[in-house]
């Protein structure tokens, strides 16, 4: 029976009714296709803070996750992209890069040559949000911001160096008389909170006065501090940094690295994790692994993971002097960590939902209904694969994740191989 | 049976030998084996080593031994080929709105090595007035070696729409005069970016392109320029850019029934040379696949590589080589077009070339199999099996990318060593 047939055979209040829910269920189709603006079907969802691991689809609507739930109907979708049998996950966050890129070829890393362009690494790698670890102090954070930040497509979020000119040198950091606990609280509670997530400590070569310095800052800003702890001779000692001056939700980075004469070791010389280390982790205090140029190695990571010392955050320490070595990228490093007995999820949740809890962005690094849909696609590769560390060592591995699909705030900003593209041949001519 | 023979003699002999071996066991610093060697320069296109000493090309040859190389990397189903030329890119990066000294272009090594790209042409982001400021920003600073086309406007290439320059600035002579000055760096003249329709811009630039002694490299955005009316002032040898676009400011070289317009394939009888210049609508298959099955093949992969193409469906050069693999062109006339002829478009025949001598610029390259996909400017994809992928990049002798540490040792074998 045909819609004509039911009009004419029906009269009065039945055809008035028959008519209100048709219109009705017309009405309701139409509001849900112009709800969804962009479906992922068939996908296996990862989402460590919603506990999800399993095969769903993944609505997005308004540049905001509109549904994440098994078998949604294509049809309600603009547009629909298939990713069965590859991984849906939040967006990546890295915690751990250096993005104030200019023209000041006197600088190091603010404003300066060593910096890179945001956009230039994280799509392609599946990153959405980047956290820049102190390349900018509360003097030069305002030229970062209209340099960098409000350019770029990646969310740039910012750690502030507790020296007011950042990374300008490793000379300008040693300035204690430039290390303004109010200035730095300030900027990041009264200017910028949005974007101001933590304080940076790095590159010095005195004693506990720095980290001390940023501490007091963090107090006073309520935001964690991240310390590289790695250019002292001899080393000051991680225990006392651990237990006597950071404070829980305080960051370690450069957890892997190996400068022994300069930067006191995780993992001692008879490849044992340090007891202290796990008391530390638990006391929660985070490690993070800051990849870098010089700050990961396989001797250091390895008997760590065997021996069940996992880092909270998965990190590359983004700059020229990290990208064409062992670094590479985001999804290089996470690959890593995936052959040397970390599994996907935990992988993932190091580099999502841990992270946003690390920098205080519960908005970020998930997929729950209403949070922004910032969503990278991940195709894992088996076959034969190589990983350096930047001792030039390798350990062979058998898979690799690669970005395949990523969205921010809804938008597609990067398709390996054009899985939401139509055929040259059908284009509009 | 040395009796009569004398004995200095027998020590000097002797000597002798143990010199050589000393000095070729030293002569060596890396020693690629096995891979498949595409040279075009040298008509080499087979199995064979590959010798690196001192930043140079010391020897290809098939069976160099082993023992006579400090560093062995094993190609043994690879492609060794010269490092490849990009011929179109902007990385004249800055902190300034727009591309010249500006955050629309990029910096070169975030993207080279990676793609197995070792030297790239920018393409008139600058002119006579801030070629200086980009030489030490960038090019100066950069481990990619970067060479670039003179814009004839003298800011160079200041914004990413077209504008009307200060054509009173443009000056052929000064132009000409800073080529020649930096005849290591610059390679040509470009024109692009120009609304008028008065033709002495174009005509300038071709002054200062004779008057160096240099090509003229024709971009984009010449709304008012008819395209025969562009190739036909061109001369053999100079670059028509962009060639597979399908926007409305230019007249695309297909005609609507498909057919690659006459004057079109004329110019390219007479000698114009065709670049693909990709970047974010420069390329659509709706023009390259006919133009290719027509026998309108690109002579260099241009990616235009800007932050407005690098995350679109260009991606890097490999990728864009990599949709030409898929629509038939067989591999070592890819890599002849992404080396060689690049080398030679510019003039530059020290480069794009494996000969004894030249500098160890060098791309290991894997042709990955598997289902691809590739994205044009009018957002279609065309699917393929194929797909290249940088596994080794030397620069002048160095290592400067290993995608998967072909190079690197075993860490547990290294620290072993490094501990007993």
Known sequence: ?429 | MFKGFPKYLLVLILLFFYNTTAIFAQEIDILIKNGHVIDKKNKIDSKMDVAIANGKILEVATNIPSDSAKKVIDANGMYVTPGLIDIHTHVFVGSEPGFANGFSSVSPDDFTFRSGVTTVVDAGTSGWENFSVFKEQVIDRSQTRVLAFLNIFSRGFSSGTAIEPDLKNIDPRITAEVIRKYSDIIVGTRIGHYSGSDWSPFDQALEAASLSNTILFVECHLPEYTLEDQLNRMRPGDIITHTYENISERMPVVDKQGKVRPFVMEALERGVLFDVGHGGAGFWFNQAVPAFNQGLWPNSFGTDLHRFSMNSGMKDMLNVMSKYLNMGMPIEEVISRASWKAAKSIKREDLGNLSKGSVADIAVIRKRKGNFGFIDAGGGKLEGDQKLEAELTIRAGKIVWDLNGMAAENWEEKESKNKS
Not at chain 1, 168 to 190: K, L
Not at chain 1, 261 to 275: G, L
Not at chain 1, 324 to 341: A, E, H, P, T, Y
Not at chain 1, 389 to 401: A, E, V, W, Y
């Open chain 1, 1 to 429: 029976m045909n819609l004509f047939h039911i009009l004419k055979s029906t009269s009065g209040n039945v055809l008035n009714l028959t008519l209100t829910f048709i219109i009705g269920v017309m009405s309701i189709s139409i509001i849900q296709a112009q709800e969804i603006d962009l479906l992922l079907k068939g996908g296996r969802v990862i989402d460590p803070k919603n506990n999800i691991d399993s095969e769903m689809d993944v609505a997005i609507a308004d540049g905001k996750i509109f549904r994440v739930a098994a078998n949604i109907p294509a049809n309600t979708a603009t547009k629909v992209v298939d990713v069965s049998g590859l991984y849906v996950t939040p967006g990546i966050i890295d915690m751990h890069v250096h993005v104030f890129q200019g023209t000041d070829t006197d600088s190091y890393i603010a404003n300066g040559p060593t910096s890179v362009l945001a956009d230039a690494f994280t799509f392609r790698a599946g990153v959405t949000t980047v956290v820049d670890a102190g390349s900018s102090g509360w003097r030069n954070f305002r030229l970062f911001k209209k340099q960098s930040i409000d350019r770029s497509q990646t969310r740039i979020l910012a750690m502030l160096n507790i020296a007011g000119t950042g990374m300008y040198g490793r000379f300008e950091e040693q300035n204690v008389d430039d290390m303004n606990p109010v200035m730095t609280a300030h900027m990041i509670n009264r200017l910028f909170p949005d974007i101001l997530v933590g304080i940076k400590a790095s590159h010095y070569w005195g004693d506990f006065t720095q980290v001390d310095r940023a501490v007091e800052a963090g107090e006073l800003a309520d935001v964690p501090v991240m310390v590289d702890f790695g250019e002292h001779q001899p080393p000051n000692s991680i225990e006392s940094l651990f237990m006597e001056h950071l404070r829980p939700g305080d960051i370690f980075t450069h957890t892997f690295s190996y400068g022994p004469s300069n930067r006191e070791t995780v993992v001692d010389e008879n490849d044992n994790v340090k007891p202290f280390i796990f008391e530390a982790q638990k006391r929660g205090i985070i490690f993070d692994v800051g990849h870098g140029g010089g700050a990961f190695t396989w001797r250091q990571a390895i008997p760590s993971i065997e021996q069940g010392f996992k880092p909270n955050v998965i990190s590359t320490d983004l700059h020229t002097e990290s990208m064409n070595r062992g670094m590479k990228d985001m999804s290089n490093v996470m690959s890593k960590f995936l052959n040397i007995g970390l599994t996907l999820g935990e992988v993932i949740q190091r580099s999502t939902w841990n992270p946003a809890n690390v920098i205080q962005r519960p908005d970020l690094g998930h997929l729950s209904v209403g949070s922004e849909a910032d969503v990278a696609v991940f195709n894992l590769k088996k076959g034969d694969f190589g990983f350096v560390d930047i001792r030039r060592t390798k350990i062979n591995g058998s898979q690799k994740l690669e970005a395949e699909l990523t969205i921010r705030a809804g938008d597609i900003v990067w398709d390996l191989n054009g899985i939401s593209r139509i055929d040259w041949n059908e284009e509009p001519k």
